[in-house]
């Protein structure tokens, strides 16, 4: 039974082939594809206000230089989001619940805005190593932290995203086969349980959304400190 709960962590697979990259291809069919008309219906014109606000919003921390980057991590920001939205629904896989495949978005995204810093302006980016004002017998010490500081930050990215969408996956499971357990012995019981459970889905709801959000908003502080 406790194996069974992280089975729905597994990448599918068909004749042994992974179907990750269908799951991951399957929110492009989402957007709305080229027309000649600026607006077809209302569903492309909602999708596209969708867009423009996650454009300004993202790019409110950001000056000029950093618009450069507004079609990488908006198209990223969807991406996840469109990711982390489907996966809640019944009998579906969730490629943002892969350790790997959040550090394969963290790590090239955050190594970019590194080098775009050490390219532009190397003496502020490895300033940031070495706050002004060091007493001189703490500055290894510092550098060595500053330093370690730097070097986990896709790290984090990775594991915040994959340790609460999986906290959320194993919580509606856990619920939601209590429910379906205790529904012949004690239905007033299990009909709490399913109101618990209709909470924790609008929870996972936000959490879903917001966590794209967080991921994406970070690399766009990393790149501001770097531009």
Not at 126 to 134: A, D, K, S, V
């Amino acid at each position: 039974m406790n194996l069974s709960f992280f089975d729905q962590f597994s990448s599918p697979s068909l004749l042994g082939i992974p179907l990750i990259l269908i799951s991951m291809t399957f929110p492009a069919l989402l957007l709305p594809s080229l027309d000649n008309r600026w607006i077809t219906n209302r569903l492309s014109t909602i999708q596209l206000w969708l867009i423009n606000s996650i454009t300004k919003q993202l790019m409110t921390p950001l000056n000029k230089k950093g618009h450069k980057w507004a079609l990488i991590l908006t198209s990223l920001m969807i991406f996840l989001l469109l990711i982390n939205l489907l996966g809640l629904l019944p009998y579906t896989f969730t490629p943002t619940t892969q350790l790997s495949m959040n550090l394969a978005l963290a790590f090239p995204l955050w190594l970019a805005t590194l080098l775009t810093g050490l390219r532009n302006q190397p003496s502020t980016s490895l300033g940031h190593l070495l706050p002004e004002g060091t007493p001189t017998p703490l500055i290894p010490a510092l550098i060595l932290i500053e330093t370690t500081s730097l070097l986990i930050r896709p790290l984090a990215l990775g594991v915040r995203l994959t340790a609460n969408l999986t906290a959320g996956h194993l919580l509606i499971q856990l619920i939601s086969t209590a429910t379906v357990a205790l529904f012949s012995t004690m239905p007033v019981v299990s009909l709490l349980t399913f109101l618990v459970l209709f909470l924790l889905t609008i929870l996972e709801i936000a959490v879903a959304m917001i966590q794209a959000y967080v991921f994406v908003l970070l690399l766009t502080l990393y790149l501001q400190e770097n531009i």
